[in-house]
């Protein structure tokens, strides 16, 4: 059971905005920056989205991040074909000694 | 291009320890930008950080993991470590070395920028 909630699964056609939701609580979200990862099938997870919504070099500006309260969405805008993978939120938590922790993940279907 | 592989063991035994290396090559294990983790994914499901490691020795451990684990850095090899303790079938997953860009210090803000391709290790008799 993660400690960030993601919905297990979404869906889009090619061309449409999609938006994954990642919920928390303050001592994680709430307080600290939110990062997105994409993992294609197979591969290793990939930075998508770091601190507040930058992008590295080669990841288009079709993707952005927000972050309301204890709460981070991942927008998709432009939906392709090559985005259909699962994507993971992650965030620092303030408990204990601090721990990273990472959402569930959501599997992106483009239909 | 930096480039992390990890190696070691696929199998081990219920109760035995885990052992996993992680050797980085294109960039040196060295920089005082960067910390060098340790995560895992079990077979479908999501992520877990296990752990991470500064090249001068510092180390920051998962509270549900910590005393399970031990995280190493050998700088003159360009390599980390991990080991994991009295290993159960719940400890089977995929493990990822990674490298974590430091914003000031270890903690909010950091984030993993490569990661190495992953090693699947199950625990079973």
């Known amino acids: 059971q993660s400690v960030l909630t993601q919905p297990p699964s979404a869906s889009g056609t090619p061309g449409q905005r999609v938006t994954i939701s990642c919920s928390g609580s303050r001592s994680n979200i709430g307080n600290n920056y939110v990062h997105w990862y994409q993992q294609l099938p197979g591969t290793a997870p990939k930075v998508l989205i770091y601190?507040?919504?930058q992008r590295p070099s080669g990841v288009p500006a079709r993707f952005s991040g927000s972050k309301s309260g204890s709460s981070a969405s991942l927008a998709i805008s432009g939906l392709r074909s090559e985005d259909e993978a699962v994507y993971y939120c992650?965030?620092?938590?303030?408990?204990?000694?601090?721990?990273?922790?990472f959402g569930g993940g959501t599997k992106l279907t483009v239909l | 291009q930096l480039h992390l592989q990890e190696s070691g063991p696929g199998l081990v035994k219920p109760s035995e320890t885990l052992s996993l290396t992680c050797t980085v090559s294109?960039?040196?294990?060295?920089?005082?930008?960067?910390?060098w983790g340790w995560l895992r994914q079990p077979p479908g499901k999501g992520l877990e950080w296990i752990g991470s490691?500064?090249?001068?020795?510092?180390?920051y451990y998962n509270p549900s993991l910590k005393s399970r684990v031990t995280i190493s850095v050998d700088t003159s090899k360009n390599q980390f470590s991990l080991e994991l303790r009295s290993v159960t079938a719940a400890d089977t997953a995929v493990y990822y070395c990674?490298?974590?860009?430091?914003?000031?210090?270890?903690?909010?803000?950091?984030?993993?920028?490569?990661w190495g391709q992953g090693t699947l290790v199950t625990v079973s008799s």
């Open positions: 294109g960039g040196s294990i060295s920089s005082g930008s960067y910390y």
């Open positions: 990674a490298r974590l860009v430091a914003v000031a210090g270890h903690g909010d803000g950091d984030y993993f920028d490569y």
């Open positions: 601190q507040r919504n």
């Open positions: 490691i500064f090249y001068r020795g510092s180390t």
């Open positions: 992650a965030t620092w938590d303030d408990r204990l000694s601090g721990f990273w922790v």
